[in-house]
C-alpha cells in the first residue's frame, strides 16, 4: 500500500497549490479520502475530506471556501486545490485513506506560506 503526496512547496500569501496524492496497493474507490496537517508541537488536524465516490465533503472551518478536495477514481488520486494560502497554512500535509478498520497515511508533503 502507498500514499505518495506531490505538489508541496513555497508559495506567497494568497497564492495557491495543488497537492495530489497517487493511491496504490488497495482498492482506492473503497476508501474515503481525506487531508490531514500537522505543525511542530500540535496535533494533526483534519483539513479536507471526501467519500468514496466523490460525492460528499467537509471542509475544516479555517479553509473553507479556500480550499477544493477531489478524486479520481480511475486513477487513483485525491488532490487538494489551496487558494487564498495564508500564513497559518503551513504545515506538513497528509493523505489519509479510510475503510472501515483499515487506515493508510501518506508520508506527507511540506506546505510552507510566507512572504
Known amino acids: 500500500v502507498q500514499l505518495v503526496e506531490s505538489g508541496g512547496g513555497l508559495v506567497q500569501p494568497g497564492g495557491s497549490l495543488r497537492l495530489s496524492c497517487a493511491a496504490s496497493g488497495f482498492t482506492f474507490s473503497s476508501y474515503a479520502m481525506s487531508w490531514y496537517r500537522q505543525v511542530p508541537g500540535k496535533q494533526r488536524q483534519l483539513v479536507a475530506g471526501?467519500?468514496?465516490?466523490?460525492?460528499?465533503?467537509n471542509y475544516a472551518d479555517s479553509v473553507k471556501g479556500r480550499f477544493t478536495i477531489s478524486r479520481d477514481n480511475a486513477k487513483n488520486t485525491v488532490s487538494l486545490q489551496m487558494n487564498s494560502l495564508k500564513l497559518e497554512d503551513t504545515a506538513v500535509y497528509y493523505c489519509y485513506a479510510r475503510h472501515w478498520a483499515d487506515v493508510y497515511w501518506g508520508q506527507g508533503t511540506q506546505v510552507t506560506v510566507s512572504s
Open positions: 471526501i467519500n468514496s465516490d466523490g460525492g460528499s465533503s
